[in-house]
C-alpha cells in the first residue's frame, strides 16, 4: 500500500551529522523495538508506519496509549481486518492462511518511506514542545500527521481515532 507519509531519514540541517536515532529517549527506542518486532510476527520484512503504531501501543500506561484510547490486541485485529479486506478486494481469499514470522535476521530490518518520514518529523515535534529527546508521544505526534492511504492513517481510522483529539490530549498534557 503507497504510503501518504513522505520525508527524509535524517534530522533537518542543523549542521552535525547525528542520526534521529541518537536523540531517542528509551522510550522510544522501545517503540521501535516494538515494532520491529510487529513486523517480525506479521511476517512483513520492512517496518511501516503500521508498525510504529503498534509499537507506541506496547506500553500500556503511556501517555500515549492513554490518548490514543485504544489497546494493542484491538490495533493488531483492526490490522488484521485491514489487511484481510485488501486481500480480497483482489481476489485473494485468505481464510485459514497464516503468515509465518519473518525470521530473525541479523541484517537491519528497513523501513518504508512513510515510516522513515515519521522520524524527523518527531524530531519537529520535540522541538516545538522545547524538548531534547524524542518520546513516544513525539513518535505519535508525528504519526498521526499520515494521510490516508498510509497504513497508519487507515489503522487509526479502522480503529475510529480521533486525530485531533489525540493530539490535544498530548499537547495538554505536555502543558
Partial sequence: MPSACH????????GS????????????????TSALEEARLRGDRRIGTEHL????????????VRSL????EA???ALDVLDRSALAA?????????RPPVPVSR???????????????????VKKAGGRRITPEHLLL???DCERPDPAAELMEQLGIDRAAVRERIRQADA
Avoid at 54 to 63: I, N
Avoid at 93 to 98: F, H, M, S
Fill in 17 to 32: 551529522e547525528t542520526t534521529v536515532f541518537e536523540q531517542f529517549a528509551t522510550g522510544a527506542r522501545a517503540a521501535v
Fill in 53 to 64: 503504531l503498534l509499537g507506541v501501543l506496547h506500553e500500556p500506561g503511556s501517555l500515549a
Fill in 142 to 144: 508525528a504519526i498521526l
Fill in 75 to 77: 490495533a493488531r485485529t
Fill in 7 to 14: 520525508g527524509n531519514r535524517r534530522t533537518p540541517n542543523t
Fill in 90 to 98: 483482489i481476489g485473494i481469499d485468505v481464510q485459514g492462511v497464516e
Fill in 107 to 125: 541484517k537491519r530490518t528497513p523501513f518504508t518511506s512513510g515510516a522513515r518520514s515519521v522520524l524527523p518529523r518527531a524530531l519537529v515535534e
Fill in 69 to 72: 484510547g485504544t489497546d494493542l
